[in-house]
């Protein structure tokens, strides 16, 4: 089983392992992965709490970090932070 980021999802009765699991995560959660991979997703997660939690606590946090405006970077403190990454090219001030 190949999910749409062309990773190898190998099955244990149909259900994905918890590492595989892992590997399909982000695709999952954003609606991305194959209808098949869903299912067999939603179906190990019937069985798992351990992994039942991970997906809900990446899901919150993936919320949480859209949700959440980032702070202003004070001007000399972007400057600095730019040149210390050698990024200067791409500062626009």
């Given at each position: 089983?190949?999910?749409?980021?062309?990773?190898?999802?190998?099955?244990?009765?149909?259900?994905?392992?918890?590492?595989?699991?892992?590997?399909?995560?982000?695709d999952?959660?954003?609606?991305?992965?194959?209808?098949?991979?869903?299912?067999?997703?939603?179906?190990?997660?019937?069985?798992?709490?351990?992994?039942?939690?991970?997906?809900?606590?990446?899901?919150r946090?993936?919320?949480?970090?859209?949700?959440?405006?980032?702070?202003?970077?004070?001007?000399?403190?972007r400057?600095?932070?730019?040149?210390?990454?050698?990024?200067?090219?791409?500062?626009?001030?």
């Amino acid at each position: 089983m190949t999910n749409e980021s062309n990773i190898d999802v190998p099955l244990a009765h149909g259900v994905p392992p918890c590492g595989d699991l892992l590997v399909a995560l982000s695709d999952y959660i954003s609606g991305e992965a194959a209808a098949e991979l869903c299912q067999q997703i939603e179906a190990h997660l019937a069985e798992c709490e351990n992994c039942r939690v991970i997906v809900d606590t990446v899901r919150r946090t993936v919320t949480l970090c859209r949700e959440i405006t980032p702070p202003a970077v004070p001007t000399e403190v972007r400057r600095r932070l730019y040149q210390v990454l050698d990024l200067n090219t791409y500062l626009v001030e």
